[in-house]
């Protein structure tokens, strides 16, 4: 089993930046990649982004490419998401995911273990 805690959400103004953080525990030691999701009121959940259990390859979502970086800091069983020029339409709850895979995954579907979720609200 792995847990995953996420942190780093709030409210902020348009065009402003937030880091959002997701700490795993547990089994950790098994190869992982993860993904950060956002789901909005009454829209159906979204990709953002995956990195590998080496962190050497990223994978983004065209919504957010050069505006959201992912990046991890194994030693801590951490995983980052930057957002920059943060808009009133990325408003949304945040979640990271765990797949046990070393392959970057866009398929909610491939992830075993998901975070509670953080909010993010974006004002005009």
């Known amino acids: 089993q792995v847990q995953l805690v996420e942190s780093g959400g709030g409210s902020v103004r348009d065009g402003d930046s937030l880091r959002l953080s997701c700490v795993a525990s547990?089994?950790?030691?098994?190869?992982?990649?993860m993904g950060w999701f956002r789901q909005a009121p009454g829209k159906e959940r979204e990709f953002l982004g995956a990195?590998?259990?080496?962190?050497?390859?990223?994978d983004y979502a065209d919504t957010v490419k050069g505006r959201f970086t992912i990046s991890r800091d194994s030693a801590k069983n951490t995983v980052y998401l930057q957002m920059n020029s943060l808009k009133p339409e990325d408003t949304a709850v945040y979640s990271c995911?765990?797949?046990?895979?070393?392959?970057?995954?866009?398929?909610?579907?491939?992830?075993?273990?998901w975070g509670q979720g953080t909010q993010v609200t974006v004002s005009s």
């Open positions: 995911a765990a797949a046990y895979s070393t392959a970057l995954q866009q398929d909610s579907r491939k992830y075993q273990y």
């Open positions: 547990g089994r950790t030691v098994i190869p992982y990649s």
């Open positions: 990195i590998t259990w080496s962190g050497d390859s990223t």
